[in-house]
């Protein structure tokens, strides 16, 4: 199992606007992270999308905002409750946190996976990058040699600890309301997609995992499927995975030349591996914006013979898009399959 059964099941909002009439009305016109009217034909588009069970982005949905987004000098506030909440939680939880380490790998390499430091993200600022790097040569390094033994819990949050200058984080790049900014600590979030990328390659759980609510970036040389990747901030938007079997499992992680380097290993064969994949990946244009969707799969190969055992639906992702896709350059409106 990739995922709990409670991080599967999507929830069924209710669209914006009054009932028939989704993000309708004359006083909303498209704007940074806002939608503009939507005909008829989205609607109904949207309709049928909820019915078969995708969760709509926020975007989407007329959720209320946050009140520190109401209110900025809030915000301070508002993330000093969310971390004591944690740190309550972590107090009063009988979970079981993974701790020890071992020098040595264990034998068997479950999955490897290396992810490119350096890349050309729009319009993005290449110092943030470069700062990005500094923070992953840190924060790697409390993950490496780390063991998930059978009952135990890994936590990205509690393994890495916060980021602070002290420690010797500096601003890298932090993805705010689907814009690159600079931030404490930012890039190792890309530590955590690299952890993620590896667990769906084995029969670990997924407990605990934040998706980022935007598509930021045009493809460039994507080798692992869009929607795979975390969100994680310190110390309440985390990344847990449990180990249900009775297999122990390592984590291996190193900042290279040119790559975050990163492996997952076991003390014992596992009887499947694992393809993780993309299905009808899209890009509508609804209500003046665009936005992308797509769901993520995973096939279970049986090592002895090959044979695929079943497929499984891990997720399903649906986001605003802050570009503009290949083939909508000129305004079209409509749908295009990816």
Same mark, same amino acid.
């Given at each position: 199992?990739?995922?709990?059964?409670?991080?599967?099941?999507?929830?069924?909002?209710?669209?914006?606007?009054?009932?028939?009439?989704?993000?309708?009305?004359?006083?909303?016109?498209?704007?940074?992270?806002?939608?503009?009217?939507?005909?008829?034909?989205?609607?109904?588009?949207?309709?049928?999308?909820?019915?078969?069970?995708?969760?709509?982005?926020?975007?989407?949905?007329?959720?209320? %905002?946050? @009140?520190?987004?109401?209110?900025?000098?809030?915000?301070?506030?508002?993330?000093?409750?969310?971390?004591? /909440?944690?740190?309550?939680?972590?107090?009063?939880? /009988?979970?079981?946190?993974?701790?020890?380490?071992?020098?040595?790998?264990?034998? @068997?390499?479950?999955?490897?996976?290396?992810?490119?430091?350096?890349?050309?993200?729009?319009?993005?600022?290449?110092?943030?990058?470069?700062?990005?790097?500094? +923070?992953?040569?840190?924060?790697?390094?409390?993950?490496?040699?780390?063991?998930?033994?059978?009952?135990?819990?890994?936590?990205?949050?509690?393994?890495?600890?916060?980021?602070?200058?002290? %420690?010797? =984080?500096?601003?890298?790049?932090?993805?705010?309301?689907?814009?690159?900014?600079?931030?404490?600590?930012?890039?190792?979030?890309?530590?955590? +997609?690299?952890?993620?990328?590896?667990?769906?390659? &084995?029969?670990?759980?997924?407990?605990? /995992?934040?998706?980022?609510?935007?598509?930021?970036?045009?493809?460039?040389?994507?080798?692992?499927?869009?929607?795979?990747?975390?969100?994680?901030? =310190?110390?309440?938007?985390?990344?847990?995975?449990?180990?249900? *079997?009775?297999?122990?499992?390592?984590?291996?992680?190193?900042?290279?030349?040119?790559?975050?380097?990163?492996?997952? %290993?076991?003390?014992?064969?596992?009887?499947?591996?694992?393809?993780? =994949?993309?299905?009808?990946?899209?890009?509508? *244009?609804?209500?003046?914006?665009?936005?992308?969707?797509?769901?993520?799969?995973?096939?279970?190969?049986? /090592?002895? *013979?090959?044979?695929?055992?079943?497929?499984?639906?891990?997720?399903?992702?649906?986001?605003?898009? *802050?570009? @503009?896709?290949?083939?909508?350059?000129?305004?079209?409106?409509? &749908?295009?399959?990816?």
């Amino acid at each position: 199992m990739a995922y709990a059964p409670e991080q599967v099941q999507p929830d069924q909002p209710h669209l914006a606007g009054q009932p028939g009439q989704p993000n309708a009305g004359p006083q909303q016109v498209p704007g940074p992270g806002k939608v503009g009217p939507l005909s008829a034909e989205e609607e109904a588009l949207l309709r049928s999308l909820v019915a078969d069970g995708w969760e709509l982005p926020v975007a989407l949905t007329g959720r209320r %905002r946050r @009140v520190a987004q109401v209110a900025p000098a809030l915000y301070p506030l508002a993330v000093a409750a969310h971390r004591a /909440r944690r740190r309550v939680r972590w107090l009063t939880s /009988r979970t079981r946190w993974a701790h020890e380490r071992a020098a040595e790998p264990l034998p @068997v390499r479950v999955k490897r996976h290396n992810s490119l430091l350096l890349r050309q993200l729009g319009e993005s600022e290449m110092w943030l990058q470069h700062n990005k790097v500094a +923070n992953l040569r840190l924060a790697a390094p409390r993950v490496a040699g780390l063991l998930i033994r059978p009952g135990e819990t890994l936590s990205f949050c509690r393994t890495v600890g916060k980021a602070t200058r002290r %420690r010797g =984080y500096v601003d890298g790049m932090l993805l705010s309301n689907g814009k690159a900014r600079a931030g404490l600590g930012g890039g190792i979030c890309q530590l955590a +997609n690299l952890l993620h990328w590896m667990v769906l390659h &084995s029969p670990l759980t997924v407990v605990e /995992r934040s998706a980022h609510g935007w598509d930021p970036f045009p493809d460039n040389g994507r080798v692992i499927p869009w929607g795979t990747g975390c969100a994680v901030f =310190y110390n309440y938007v985390d990344l847990q995975v449990r180990n249900d *079997t009775d297999a122990t499992f390592q984590v291996l992680a190193g900042v290279g030349d040119r790559y975050l380097e990163g492996e997952l %290993r076991a003390d014992r064969e596992l009887p499947h591996s694992y393809s993780v =994949y993309a299905r009808d990946e899209q890009f509508l *244009t609804l209500g003046g914006r665009h936005f992308r969707r797509n769901e993520i799969w995973r096939s279970v190969i049986d /090592r002895r *013979t090959g044979n695929r055992v079943r497929e499984e639906l891990l997720k399903r992702n649906f986001a605003l898009a *802050t570009y @503009v896709p290949k083939g909508f350059e000129a305004g079209q409106a409509g &749908s295009k399959r990816g």
